[in-house]
């Protein structure tokens, strides 16, 4: 069974430059995470979805970040414009229901110059 | 709110000796789930073990055992028999009920296990 697929893997922009990631969760998988990981620290939730609707964003700075899920499938998270405090590993999760274990993608690596 | 908190932030081991990697938590749930997650240098997150609150034995998966002491709240890692390739950072996480019925994990501060030859 493939796994949870995100690219790029790693990114390096200059601050108010944009920049999106894509997500595929793992096939037949209804919820959807984005998280951020800055650098020394645990992963920090910033959207999720169940199937194309939004469960929880409270930790997305919606000035900025945008992300969506238009089929149910796959993802993108976007950031308009990007500063230097962005620069953090984004990771990808799913997991059959919102409950259940969450499988994590490789993540993209961003660099904000 | 929830919290995790992994006092180790770096663990040195020999090869084949086993290691206890801390994990404490706070929370007035009186369901919730415990999870631990290996992060190599490749940056992925890999899921290792589960512990229900209301699972009566610890968890065990191949060489990963968790220590689960409730009274204590306490839901500390165990790796039998390290080997090279566990050096990595190791991630304690709870999962955080939300609203509509909807669950987050929120992650420790992590600790860095190295593997010596």
């Known amino acids: 069974e493939a796994g949870v697929a995100q690219s790029p893997r790693y990114k390096i922009i200059e601050k108010r430059q944009s920049v999106a990631f894509w997500c595929n969760p793992i096939?037949?998988?209804?919820?959807l995470y984005w998280y951020q990981q800055i650098l020394g620290q645990g992963p920090k939730l910033l959207i999720q979805f169940q199937n194309n609707g939004v469960v929880d964003d409270s930790q997305l700075p919606k000035d900025r970040f945008s992300a969506e899920r238009l089929k149910g499938v796959d993802s993108t998270l976007k950031i308009q414009p990007a500063k230097l405090e962005d620069s953090a590993v984004y990771l990808c999760a799913s997991s059959l229901e919102g409950p259940d274990t969450q499988y994590f993608g490789p993540g993209t690596r961003l660099t904000v110059l | 709110a929830q919290k995790i908190t992994q006092t180790q932030p770096g663990m040195f081991v020999q090869e084949k000796e086993a290691v206890t990697l801390d994990c404490t938590y706070d929370t007035s749930d009186p369901s919730y789930g415990l999870f631990w997650y290996k992060q190599p240098s490749s940056g992925e997150m890999i899921f290792l073990i589960y512990?229900?609150?209301?699972?009566?034995q610890n968890a065990t998966e191949g060489r990963y055992s968790l220590n689960f002491q409730k009274a204590r709240k306490s839901a500390n890692l165990v790796i039998s028999a390290s080997q090279l390739g566990d050096s990595a950072m190791y991630f304690c996480a709870m999962r955080e009920d939300l609203i509509q019925g909807a669950q987050k994990l929120v992650f420790g501060q992590g600790t860095r296990l190295t593997i010596n030859p």
């Open positions: 096939s037949g998988h209804a919820t």
């Open positions: 512990q229900g609150s209301y699972d009566q």
